[in-house]
């Protein structure tokens, strides 16, 4: 391997690819630079399946700023996220359908609203309508 291949040991180059490949911008196995794209990548944004760095987008982010699947650090988004801020969708269950009459009447119930109203053929939902 030489010192201008763009691996761990190496000067960075602007552009690298392969396996560990380091660079500005990384792209391959396990890329390292300031931009990665990669499996595992680790780099400043780092954009792959499991990441590592300062923010990432990754199925596992482990990162200060993490978005996917589970993700670990001090802002994170996901269905499985471990942070100090955590961003998730919230779901307004006067919006959430059930497969059965009695069921959305109970939901009405506890929501404060009054009947329930069809959606589709096969589901109900809480409230006689839609919140405004």
């Given at each position: ?29 396990v890329?390292m ?100």
């Open positions: 391997m030489t010192a201008e291949s763009g691996h761990c040991g190496s000067k960075p180059k602007r552009i690298a690819v392969g396996v560990a490949p380091l660079g500005t911008i990384s792209i391959g196995i890329p630079g300031v931009i990665c794209i990669g499996v595992v990548p680790m780099g400043v944004v780092s954009i792959g399946v499991v990441a590592m760095g300062v923010i990432n987008a990754a199925v596992v982010g482990m990162g200060l700023v993490a978005v996917g699947v589970n993700t670990m650090g001090v802002i994170t988004a996901g269905p499985m996220s471990m942070g100090l801020i955590q961003i998730r969708s919230t779901t307004n269950p006067r919006y959430l359908a059930y497969p059965s009459r009695e069921q959305a009447e109970e939901q009405a119930k506890k929501l404060g609203c009054l009947g329930v109203h069809r959606m589709g053929d096969r589901y109900w939902m809480p409230c006689d309508e839609h919140p405004r």
